[in-house]
């Protein structure tokens, strides 16, 4: 396989428990290079779990985590298996940054600050450098403007996409997006949206949770229905919105129009 076919993201058979509570029960999934993969499915269905464990912000009890053709090492098995190397650990999340629901900015540093903090500190680049890349990553999505005003000085639609522009700046293999309109009010949603097509239009790699459906059919390569911890139907999203096979991804979608 070439490493232009070398998923960016891959997981194999996961099983994921809190206890005697079962969230994820072999599931397996690909993100491709410059494709979108949308997770769909109702809450509790274990979406942002699947996320998290991507990103090796969870642990998992069984099955592999791969990234770019490497498998993450743990160390023993079951309940109590951590990863074994943190050096790769922290390679694979410089690697793929993540974009909460909440926006999870520094409230005590300006826009500027909070975009260019983790390049310099974890990636150890030039500060001439980063600030450049910062201003433009604020451009890009819109609030250039805004560098130095803190977080509380934004709405929450301005606070996302300034989350955005910080994954950005890590210059990320891939974005992970943890539901990242669902704390927004429907027009602030719209501003969040924009930014997220033009970057699928980028051809970026992007896995995305989200409860909005006609964005997952927008910008997705591929979609993923989970219920109950499993993967109940997946396909283009052209199939999984135009002509769902079971009843169960038939029933969500119904609700959630009906929503």
């Known amino acids: 396989m070439s490493d232009t076919d070398t998923p960016v993201i891959e997981i194999r058979d996961l099983h994921k428990a809190y206890g005697q509570l079962e969230v994820l029960k072999g599931v397996s999934l690909a993100a491709r290079r410059g494709k979108v993969v949308s997770l769909i ?5 274990g979406k942002s779990t699947l996320l998290r464990c991507c990103n090796l912000l969870e642990g998992s009890q069984q099955g592999d985590v791969i990234f770019k053709g490497e498998a993450v090492h743990w160390k023993g098995q079951g309940l109590g298996r951590p990863p074994a190397d943190r050096a790769q650990v922290i390679r694979i999340r410089t690697n793929l940054s993540m974009v ?3 926006f999870n900015l520094w409230s005590h540093m300006t826009i500027l600050q909070n975009v260019m903090e983790a390049p310099l500190t974890v990636l150890k680049r030039d500060r001439a450098e980063v600030e450049a890349a910062a201003r433009a990553y604020l451009d890009k999505v819109g609030i250039g403007e805004k560098c130095d005003v803190y977080p509380a000085q934004l709405s929450g639609g301005q ?13 990320p293999t891939a974005l992970l997006f943890d539901e990242p309109t669902s704390a927004l009010d429907p027009e602030l949603q719209l501003e969040v949206v924009k930014v997220i097509k033009a970057l699928a239009e980028e051809h970026r790699t992007m896995l ?11 910008v997705s390569d591929h979609v993923i229905f989970l219920h109950l911890g499993r993967i109940e139907e997946e396909g283009p999203p052209d199939q999984v919105f135009g002509a769902p096979k079971t009843e169960r991804l038939q029933g969500f979608l119904s609700a959630t129009v009906a929503a």
């Open 100 to 102: 909460f629901q909440q």
């Open 41 to 45: 499915g109702s809450s509790g269905s």
């Open 208 to 218: 995305l949770v989200t409860h909005d459906m006609r964005l997952a059919a927008d």
């Open 159 to 171: 606070q996302q996409r300034a989350a955005i522009a910080r994954a950005l700046c890590m210059e």
